[in-house]
């Protein structure tokens, strides 16, 4: 029996159940004792600089490597110098170079996370962008479908690792509560990507033919340079609470004590291979699945059609296109940041959040299924394009969330991205030129996997909500016993 001295402790996601002298009492983890308040800002302030500024500045030039290859195959067109003409690639060879992109992503994302833990996240990330800023430059010296098959091989496999690895170090520094925004300031900056390359592509446009390069070539060379610059700069960033060098033992003590015990650790050697096999048994492990592959198809598949309604407007020429492809996702950048204030406010919950995406997503696709209007399809096009790019970064910090140990958390994130990957395998298929130019077919299959992809989402809502009154039961049950 304990004496009614004694206290105990236990952490429930950002909740602290306590025990003391005969009665247990619930502690928000943003409760911090006299004088802490402010360092911990300070701390965090320098947290977020490198995992939220730095990488959403790598993030930028990563999404704009993959927008621009759709860029490419339209660039100088008119003059007879386009990327396609110029290495003999048929349709079915451009496909293939469009998906080997795809491949790559599968294989290596699941475990490509884990590499941190043996490499450290500063080491890791160095090698992954300098890898794609090097496989980048090389796009430009390709000369046939051969060359062309390698770098785009190696650009996936680089790329493979960034994005699920920036989510994995942000869990070892994060509470829960405070993912949803950062991973939406993250995630938005992506977003705005594709605007920014079409401007860019747009501008590089008029450099074809200089130094004997075609436009295309000039594109490949100046989007990789950045991130050969940038990767000598992740050489300097935060490895662990436990161990980084722009903290002092004091801010490193706020730090660890503000993270649950379900967090990962960064201690050296610290390998829980138990975790791997709850998470193979985990059902959410499976619903989350489901649903990053349904969106994938169903919700980037509007993007899709984006091509398709520009030519409907009338602008047929390939600068005007590229222009007319940037409202749509600058309004997907503005849109994801104002949902992601809520979500940090509380003021909206993920998960009916995701649901109502989705609910969003497929009453557009109904309106361009049955509206001629070409002005019509283009609005609606940009709010189901708003949308889609969304719908996994509201999502992430509950599946996140929901795993728990460092090996299962690394092989869960870096598994549930690769499933979005299906979207870049199975979209050329879904909308393929067989079933155009009106694409009804197309909607139809999106439809039905939004469909699915609402089921799972409310799924595995149900299920983490019985995992977490389990949590909270047994948290007061562990309180009470201990008095």
């Not at 770098?151 to 993912?179: N, Q, T």
């Not at 390939?318 to 409202?327: A, G």
């Not at 849109?335 to 992601?340: D, E, M, V």
């Not at 649901?355 to 109904?366: D, F, L, N, Q, R």
Request: glycine share 10%; charged share 15%; aromatic share 14%.
């Amino acid at each position: 029996m304990a004496s009614g001295t004694s206290k105990v402790d236990v952490m429930i996601n950002d909740t602290t159940v306590s025990g003391r002298g005969g009665y247990v009492k619930a502690t928000s983890g943003d409760e911090l004792p006299p004088g802490r308040p402010g360092l911990e800002k300070a701390v965090m302030r320098k947290v977020d600089f490198w995992l939220v500024g730095f990488y959403s500045l790598v993030y930028v030039f990563r999404v704009i490597d993959s927008a621009n290859y759709s860029n490419a195959a339209i660039i100088n067109l008119e003059n007879g110098t386009g990327v396609k003409k110029q290495l003999g690639l048929s349709p079915s060879q451009w496909a293939w170079t469009l998906s080997i992109f795809s491949y790559s992503y599968m294989i290596f994302e699941p475990t490509n996370t884990l590499a941190m833990k043996v490499f450290s996240p500063s080491r890791w990330m160095f090698v992954l962008i300098l890898g794609w800023g090097i496989a980048a430059c090389s796009s430009a010296a390709a000369q046939d479908f051969k060359g062309m098959m390698c770098v785009r091989f190696a650009i996936g496999l680089a790329e493979a690792g960034f994005f699920p690895a920036v989510l994995y170090h942000m869990a070892f520094w994060y509470k829960p509560s405070e993912m949803p925004q950062r991973i939406a300031i993250f995630y938005s900056v992506g977003q705005l990507s594709p605007a920014v390359s079409g401007l860019l592509a747009y501008a590089i446009g008029f450099m074809d033919g200089l130094g004997g390069l075609a436009g295309w070539r000039w594109l490949f060379l100046i989007e990789g340079l950045p991130a050969i610059v940038l990767s000598v700069v992740a050489l300097w960033l935060p490895d662990y609470p436990e161990t980084a060098r722009i903290l002092t033992d004091k801010e490193r003590d706020v730090l660890q004590d503000r993270l649950g015990g379900a967090a990962p650790t960064g201690r050296k050697g610290h390998w829980d291979f138990k975790s791997l096999k709850k998470l193979v048994r985990d059902p959410t492990f499976y619903t989350f699945s489901v649903y990053w592959i349904c969106h994938g198809i169903g919700g980037f598949g509007v993007g899709t059609a984006l091509p398709t309604v520009i030519y409907e407007l009338g602008f047929t020429t390939t600068s005007k296109s590229q222009l007319m492809n940037i409202p749509p996702y600058v309004s997907a950048f503005l849109f994801l940041n104002i949902i992601g204030h809520f979500l940090h406010k509380r003021a909206i919950r993920p998960w009916t959040t995701a649901v109502a995406i989705e609910s969003t997503i497929i009453v557009c696709y109904i309106i361009l299924y049955t509206v001629h209007n070409a002005i019509a399809r283009y609005v609606f096009l940009i709010v189901a394009v708003s949308c889609a790019g969304s719908a996994y970064p509201v999502i992430w910090p509950e599946r996140i969330r929901a795993l728990e140990g460092t090996v299962a958390s690394g092989l869960g994130i870096g598994w549930t991205n690769a499933m979005a990957q299906f979207s870049g395998i199975a979209g050329p298929h879904v909308f393929s030129t067989v079933f155009g130019p009106t694409y009804h077919v197309s909607y139809g299959i999106c439809l039905a996997f939004l469909c699915v992809g609402i089921a799972s989402i409310l799924t595995s809502w149900l299920l983490i909500w019985r995992r977490d009154g389990k949590r909270r039961a047994d948290g007061v049950q562990a309180g009470e016993e201990a008095l």
